[in-house]
């Protein structure tokens, strides 16, 4: 099976601009991604795709592939496409989305992901962990999911699912297990090309959750179970935390 990550990478994040070339003890955050990355034993290759000349620079000078990409694109799905395309010198099966603010990304994850295509039924693949703490439960933030008994994933909400009735808010961590969303996703090579010509979805635009546009058009997600964390930069805030 020949994987490829592909790490989308903007500069002009509305939150946290130049957030790819920030340091974090003497490395930018680009680069601790894509070597994390580089680790995975089921990738067969990483580049990062991007719309700046700087982010593609910087990534040129640890020797990392890079390519350009438009800058019209509204997401990292988008930008992962573009890139594929570029991407000629293989036949790829599988593409793992991999999030460009997360300096500390488990490679086990990324093999992880990428193994749940052993099952030829997988289109779409992602992650999630349990959910020990009440804040994070009713953090709009922490995207929560609930799944089938096949493991597809039912919903993606910012809201705490399922509703425990019989229950106070602060017990339901301790009555159900809820699951945490880990934002690493992987495709079938075929799946995601189709997925991102599709409109946005009514699900999506309530939720601002890409993945309820999948969902809603037919295409089934698998998630896999992992007890690691992921560690997502989105503020300048969060940044000084993890410092």
């Not at 592939?65 to 438009?70: I, L, R």
């Not at 929560?144 to 705490?160: C, D, I, M, T, W």
């Amino acid at each position: 099976m020949n994987a490829i990550g592909i790490i989308p990478a903007r500069f002009a994040s509305t939150r946290f601009p130049g957030k790819p070339l920030v340091d974090i003890q003497g490395k930018t955050m680009i680069r601790r991604v894509y070597e994390q990355a580089m680790q995975s034993k089921a990738l067969t290759a990483v580049v990062v795709a991007t719309d700046d000349e700087r982010i593609y620079k910087e990534v040129e000078s640890f020797r990392g592939k890079v390519v350009m990409t438009a800058a019209h694109h509204k997401n990292g799905t988008e930008r992962c496409v573009e890139a594929l395309e570029k991407s000629t010198q293989n036949q790829w099966d599988v593409v793992v989305n991999i999030q460009g603010d997360e300096p500390f990304i488990h490679p086990e994850q990324i093999d992880k992901v990428v193994a749940c295509f052993k099952n030829d039924s997988v289109q779409i693949a992602t992650l999630a962990r349990l959910l020990a703490e009440e804040k994070e439960l009713n953090n709009p933030s922490t995207i929560k999911v609930v799944r089938k008994a096949n493991g597809e994933a039912l919903y993606f909400s910012r809201s705490a699912i399922p509703f425990y009735r019989d229950a106070k808010g602060e017990e339901w961590v301790k009555k159900h297990p809820y699951l945490k969303h880990i934002g690493i996703y992987a495709f079938r090579a075929e799946v995601i090309k189709k997925v991102v010509k599709l409109a946005p979805s009514a699900l999506e635009l309530a939720e601002s959750l890409e993945q309820l546009r999948w969902m809603e058009n037919g295409y089934p997600i698998f998630v896999d179970i992992t007890d690691k964390e992921a560690i997502s930069i989105d503020t300048p805030e969060d940044l000084q935390k993890i410092r």
